[in-house]
Structures are given as C-alpha cells and as structure tokens.
C-alpha cells in the first residue's frame, strides 16, 4: 500500500507517533488510509450538507475496513460571487482545488480518495487533481437542491435574476422579486436547473467516476445518503483492485461525456472543465473540434431548466444519467470501465428509460444535433461556444451593429439603463481567462436582458456565460482581447453575424482592417496582486480549457 512509506518499518516510528495521536491503534496500520477531500462551507448551498453527507462514507469506508481522513478544500459560490470581484475568483479556484487534492494526497500517501465535490469549479477541481496523483477515487457528488415554488410555477436562482430584469422594465414589483427572492432557492444542494454544477456531475457519472445515479439524487435525501455510503465501501475495493483514474479515464470515457454533454444540452462550461480535466490525463486529446464533431453527431434529448420546464427531479425520475446512457445506443462506447468494477455495458442491463417525454428517444429528438455549438470566424479563429440547446430557432441568426464594452459593470449598467436595443449585438471583452482575469460570468447581464424581455439581442464574450444562461450568447471566443484576439478590434456599429447552424461568427472587417486596428489598440490596464496576478500570468486560453502552465 502507498500508505506503507508513513506507517511500517522501524523508521517510520515518529510519523506512527502522529498518526496515533490522531486515535490509531495497531490494527489501524494494516488498513488502506483513504482520504476524503470534502469541500463542505457554510456559505455554498451546494455544500452546506455536506458534513452530513461524509459521515456516511467514512461509515461505509470503516464497514470495508479502511481507515478515513478527512481534509477540506475551498468552495466559490457563483451565484453569490457574481457581478462584482468576486467571481474573478470563481474559475482560478478550480486550480487551487486540484492542488489541494494532489498536495494533501502525496503528502500524506492515501491509498485511496474520496471526492464530495457540488458546485461548478469543485467538481472538475478534484477530478483533476485526482487524475494528477492517479491514486483509485470515487466521486460522491452533493446533489441538486429542489425547486423553488412561486405562483405555483417552478422557481429558481435564474428566476431570481431574471426578476431583478422584470423589476427594472416595470414588469415586476420589488415586494414581488422579494417574495420570489424567499422561495427560489428553499434548501441544500446544487442550483436545481441543468446549469454548470449539475453538469459536471452528470459528465462525472457518465466518466464512470462515480455510482449510477448520483448525478441526479438530491441533496439530503435518503437515496443520496446511501449512495455515499455504498462509495465509502466501493473506494476499498478500488484500492484492492488497484482500479485508478487512468484505467477509467479513457479517450473513450471523455468521448462519451461529451456525449451525453450534447444529449442534455448542459452547460458551455464544460468546453472549459472537460478540457482541463483532459489535460491531467497522458495521452487524452480533447479540444473544442472535438466537441463540434460530436455534436454534429449526437442529438439533444432532455429539455431541462433553463432550456426549457423539466427539472433535474425530472431527469432523476425518467432514470436519470444511466436511462440517458441507455438512451444514446451505440453512440456510446459501453464497454467503458467504471468504479462499480463493471463497464457501462454491465450498469445498463435492467435500466430503462421511463419517461420518453423527458429523455426524448433518438428517434424523436429536441433538436435533431446537439446542444453545444462551436462558432469560428474572423471574430473567433480559435472557437467560441453557445449553449445551442437554449436558443430560440428565430435566434439562431443575428446580424446587427456592435455595442462594445470593455467590462462586465459597463454593460450591466448600460442595460439597466435601457441603452441596449432590439437588434444590437453586445460585446463584453477584456473578461477573459488574462483579461479579467478570471473568466466571470456574465449571468446578470443575460438575465437581466431576459427579464426585461429584450429577445432579439446577441451578446459575445471573451469571458464566459452562466450555465444558467439562455439565448444567443456566445462566449469562451478565443484568443481573448487581452491577447490581440480580433475582439479588441471591434468598434461601436461594426456590422457582426452570427450563425449558430452554420457554426460561424464573424464582422464585416478584412483582416487587414483587423490587423491595422490591432496595432492601434491600447489595453485598459489591470489592477491585480496576490493569486489573481500569478494566475494571469500562467493561465491559457479558454481555447485549451483556460488551464494552467
């Protein structure tokens, strides 16, 4: 065991003098040590269970005969970093996450690990850091919250924002936005629509990383309680295997979380942690071409929030991730391993689909491709991404003037102050992966648009979009303005197109204008210290996952 070089032998007395302090006995030291990274805080929805949650594995880790060690990781709020500094910290937090992970595993030689991430950047954060020290680990993820009610409708935290929107175009009143502002978000768990967080931990089951149906089990549910603790036993029987990350994580494993990304429509944030998680893993080649290749190919099957009215609640009762799985036939690679010890093929033998107007069958699709599109042109020569899943067909092409910005507090107050116009076409830059730095968000903006009703408008961005985002935004568009992308060119009344079905963006600019205007631009300057400063100097471009080198 790995966890022999701090406990046998005569030389390893002192680290044994330790580790008894912390209640071992002798018959401790024959057992695998597990190591449970748990990003449980108080201020994340997604996570404030989940101190509750770990009991449970360490009682199925102890009931196997293993040895438990908690430690904590960080956790960011997006909702409640969004639209200020904050949520320049969002995504860079996904790095410090995968360092944690791999820091406190080869520093203390765990045989095994426990995952129990939720939220957006925790989940993709300790995969990663998981694939770096490749140690057998299972993933428990949180779970969805529940949904909100409000006038007997579902309710959300989009509904929340979107309100604020209502609020400023006369459609709302502020007791209404703060009687929804009490009821849309009512427990525990990950926010309740197919938006980044539930996305990744439906990529994560459909990896194999983790047990058939906790994708889509709720938080502080029984369901979800058991889960945890059959993983708690599970994570010993990886380790007698000798079952790791790399024997899961196949080329084949990510080709089918993209899959299954498409089928659903999920959030455009996994060209971004699908990407990254690739990157720790030798011989994987994931970029976005791959992304567009398989859309292409694989059809959008669920319409789930904030695409359209069904729930993950939805989702979970049609059979959830596996029914998905099952759905998608032979674009699929079953013979997959996964941590139950079995391929996919194997998981799959008694589920079905039990809801088809949920999981909608190959036959009948939403969309007959799937629900990520990757744009290229002069604009974007590296890639930009759209939630395609969550445009209106009458949406899928724009053609109009720019309104430019050089922030997402620009354009936020532009639109509360009704600056922006049916037929315009928004652009935010400088909010890239360096720009921002940190990639942000750009959930109030979009939401803000929604509510007020304002449909016929695009907004482009060398940042990033909610998973929660709906309508035609394009983000991740690379190279970033801080890198002379040609989005640091455009000015206010550049004609700009957008076709989501033919993948394309471009403005009405040769590239010599492109190239001229490119010499002229002068970058608006960066006030950044501490992490943030590293971070911009070592990030790459949301092209390659935003990761770090």
């Known amino acids: 065991m790995k966890s022999d070089s701090v406990k ?27 190591g449970i990274a748990n990003s449980f805080t108080d201020i994340v929805p997604g996570h404030i269970h989940l ?22 990781t960080m956790a960011v709020c997006d909702g409640i970093s969004m639209n200020h500094e904050g949520m320049k910290y969002s995504l860079p937090s996904r790095e410090i996450i995968a360092a944690t992970v791999e820091s406190m595993t080869k520093g203390h030689a765990f045989d095994g690990l426990v995952l129990i991430p939720s939220c957006d950047k925790v989940v993709p954060g300790m995969i990663m850091g998981a694939a770096r020290v490749n140690v057998p680990s299972i993933v428990v993820t949180g779970g969805p919250m529940a949904s909100g009610e409000y006038n ?26 703060t009687e929804l502002e009490k009821c849309a978000c009512p427990g525990a768990g990950s926010c309740s629509g197919l938006f980044t967080a539930n996305t990744m931990a439906c990529i994560t089951e459909t990896f194999g990383l983790s047990l058939p149906t906790c994708a889509t089990t709720h938080a502080r549910t029984e369901e979800n309680n058991q889960i945890a603790f059959e993983s708690g036993k599970q994570i010993i029987k990886l380790v007698e295997d000798d079952i790791k990350p790399s024997d899961i994580l196949t080329q084949e494993a990510f080709n089918n979380a993209i899959a299954v990304d498409m089928a659903l429509g999920g959030s455009s944030n996994t060209a971004l942690h699908i990407p990254a998680i690739a990157s ?4 994987i080649d994931v970029d976005l071409e791959l992304f567009d290749e398989i859309s292409r190919n694989v059809p959008h099957i669920a319409l789930i929030s904030p695409a359209g009215e069904d729930s993950m609640m939805d989702l979970h009762l049609a059979g959830g991730i596996q029914a998905v799985l099952k759905t998608l036939g032979d674009k699929i690679d079953t013979n997959q391993l996964t941590v139950t010890g079995k391929t996919i093929a194997e998981n799959l033998e008694s ?26 042109g002069n604009l974007a020569p590296n890639g930009s991404v759209v939630k395609k899943g969550a445009v209106a067909d009458n949406l899928m092409h724009l053609k109009g003037p720019a309104k430019v910005y050089d922030s997402e507090e620009d354009v936020t107050k532009a639109i509360f102050d009704h600056e922006i116009e049916e037929g315009d076409i928004v652009v935010i830059r400088y909010e890239g992966p360096k720009g921002g730095p940190g990639m ?37 568009v690379s190279p970033e303005a801080r890198e002379d992308g040609p989005i640091a060119a455009i000015q206010n009344g550049d004609i700009i197109e957008i076709d989501i079905e033919n993948r394309s963006i471009s403005v ?12 002229e631009v002068k970058h608006p300057e960066s006030d950044v210290s501490g992490w943030l400063a590293l971070y911009q100097k070592l990030v790459h471009s949301a092209d390659t996952g935003a990761i770090l080198r």
């Open 51 to 72: 101190r509750e949650l770990v009991e449970f594995v360490k009682e199925g880790i102890v009931a196997a005969g293993g040895i438990p060690f908690e430690f904590d």
């Open 351 to 376: 589920v079905e689909n039990k809801n088809t107007d949920v999981i909608h069958t190959l036959d009948n699709p939403v969309h007959k491709d799937g629900g990520i599109a990757i744009l290229k």
């Open 508 to 519: 009405e600019l040769s590239d010599e204008e492109i190239e001229a205007r490119l010499k």
């Open 440 to 476: 942000r968000e750009m959930l109030n903006p979009t939401s803000a648009l929604a509510g007020m009703n304002i449909k016929d408008v695009g907004l482009i961005t060398d940042g990033r979009f909610s998973g929660g985002t709906r309508g035609p935004c394009i983000g991740h």
């Open 152 to 177: 007997g409708k579902p309710a959300d935290l989009i509904t929340v924002f979107e309100a604020v929107g209502a609020y400023s175009a006369g459609k709302m009143t502020e007791e209404e936005v």
């Open 8 to 34: 046998k032998g005569i030389q390893r007395a002192p680290h044994r003098s330790l580790l008894r302090a912390c209640g071992l006995d002798d018959d401790d030291f024959k057992k695998p040590f597990i």
């Open 280 to 283: 720790e893993v030798d011989g």
